[in-house]
């Protein structure tokens, strides 16, 4: 079992470039698993069937992918923190990792589409205008639009809009993480988990529906992920928490509790703290992913996944 007096030398694998933690790589390809099951099970054909609500909840990926985007960025933030350059060489790594093959995508749409269609004048002005990819905010876009259909002519580019919450999650994380005594970034976690619930009960009651498209896709309505992915890594780096051990048999039966609760809320019950309890149970997830004994581990590390 990994002590916790070996978690320094985990933390900086799992933080560092030269390095990869095999099941953080099961962990994204679960998620993987996840959305594309959700996707192609969205079909109104399959409504009727008995598992529809579960498998149809892949969309819970997302919120996985956010609790691992938030663990890992902090975790690489909170090493380089007091460092020369900290701002430049955390933006310019991120700069190079998502920029350069994010354009390509939405210049390589356009030309596709104009190629297709000679006259698309329809697809530059409006919500569905190339301006709101080429700025990375397509969430705002879906969000103004309010159409849970994604009916779009950019060849299903909407999609991007969990990544552009990403990004512009890291327009003021590292600010905050820069600024704040270590003692006191739990507490920002915290507020942001607060954020995430109270904000998208807010912006459905100026949409007047429940679970509308702007509590869907718009950034401070999913803080929770993030911001529980960032709370773990600092409760790590701190060593508020150890790997294995007493803590993990704690966090095993929290996470299997709030496994529970995400399965009640997604079958019996339509409420905002849906997303919160999803953050909670995963965050619990990626812990248990790095401890060295565990099933979790086990099946994180299952080839296919990675």
Known sequence: MLKGRKFGCLFVLVMSNAARISSLDGVRGLATVMVLTGHFLFADVYRNQWWFEMAHSGWLGVDLF?????????????????????????????????????????????????????????LWKGYDSLGWFLAFIPNFALAFKNDWLWQTNWAGLNHLWSL?????????????????????????????????????????????TLWSMGSYVLPFCRMDGLAGGSLLAILLHTNKIKLG????????????????????WLVAENSHWRGTIAAFTFVGFTYLALCEEGIVRRICELKFLR
């Open 66 to 122: 956010f609790v691992l985007s938030g663990f890992l960025i902090t975790g690489i933030l909170l090493k380089s923190k007091g460092k020369p350059h900290y701002f430049r060489e955390f933006y310019r790594r991120r700069f190079l990792r998502i920029f350069p093959l994010y354009y390509a995508v939405i210049i390589y749409a356009a030309l596709a589409i104009v190629l297709i269609d000679r006259a698309p004048e329809h």
């Open 164 to 208: 552009a919450v990403e990004e512009q999650f890291y327009m003021f994380w590292p600010l905050i993480v820069w600024i704040m005594p270590r003692k006191l970034l739990g507490v920002s976690c915290a507020v942001l988990l607060c954020v995430g619930v109270v904000s998208r009960q807010l912006t459905d009651h100026v949409y007047g």
């Open 245 to 264: 051990g007493f803590e993990q048999a704690i966090i095993r039966d929290i996470t299997f509790l709030c496994f529970m609760g995400l399965f009640y």
